[in-house]
């Protein structure tokens, strides 16, 4: 935590740029699995810097969203309580929940982010730590609308596809790895940059394969 917190600006910002390229690259290969295109997703990821100053984490989500589910006039938003937005944040409330258990295994303090702070969220580090894994509740819930089985209500069925899917294989330095593996790694490789001991982010090259 010493470390963490004695951390410069510029790891910090070099850390956030990993992150925003790897979701940006989740993104992309999710458009392309469901599509067959995913442009212009992968030249974006060329023109992130780091801390990403000109946001292209959020030019890359109004493409990104749009193609998605951009028939249905989708807005995302955490408050707003309709079908797709409803199982997106019980996807990613899945996902933070791990992310959070491997940074405190890590020796890390959640309420520290590189990009996120909030005074009043205790889990900004898990905040910036699962933004790679959210494409792949973004497939499942694209899937589930696709099939027709997404309800106003979350049914035990629509969480148990979602977290089915969540539970899958990621692809990391070649090896197949479950989500709470990928997610202490990850949290292990943030310790070490922090230490100087390594300059690079131990990151999924890959999502999981999807299930159909």
Not at 45 to 69: H, T
Not at 78 to 86: A, F, K, L, Q, T
Request: net charge neutral.
């Amino acid at each position: 935590m010493r470390e963490q917190a004695a951390a410069s600006p510029v790891t910090q910002k070099r850390a956030w740029k990993e992150i925003v390229c790897a979701k940006i690259r989740g993104q992309a290969q999710v458009l392309s699995e469901l599509f067959g295109n995913a442009d212009p997703l992968p030249n974006l990821v060329k023109e992130v810097k780091s801390g990403d100053p000109a946001n292209v984490e959020a030019k890359a989500a109004r493409f990104y969203w749009q193609k998605l589910f951009g028939n249905l006039e989708f807005s995302r938003d955490p408050e707003n309580g309709d079908r797709i937005n409803s199982a997106l944040n019980y996807g990613y409330a899945v996902l933070r929940g791990i992310t959070a258990r491997a940074v405190c295994a890590a020796g890390l303090n959640p309420a520290l982010g590189i990009f996120h702070h909030n005074k009043y969220d205790f889990y900004c580090l898990a905040d910036d730590l699962m933004e790679p894994f959210r494409p792949v509740v973004d497939r499942s819930v694209y899937r589930l609308m696709e099939e027709n089985a997404l309800s106003a209500e979350l049914t035990s069925e629509i969480k148990r596809r979602l977290i089915t899917e969540i539970d899958q294989r990621f692809i990391v330095n070649g090896m197949q790895e479950t989500i709470f593996e990928t997610a202490s790694r990850l949290a292990v490789s943030l310790v070490e940059v922090f230490g100087g001991r390594r300059t690079e982010l131990t990151l999924p090259e890959r999502l999981p394969q999807e299930k159909r």
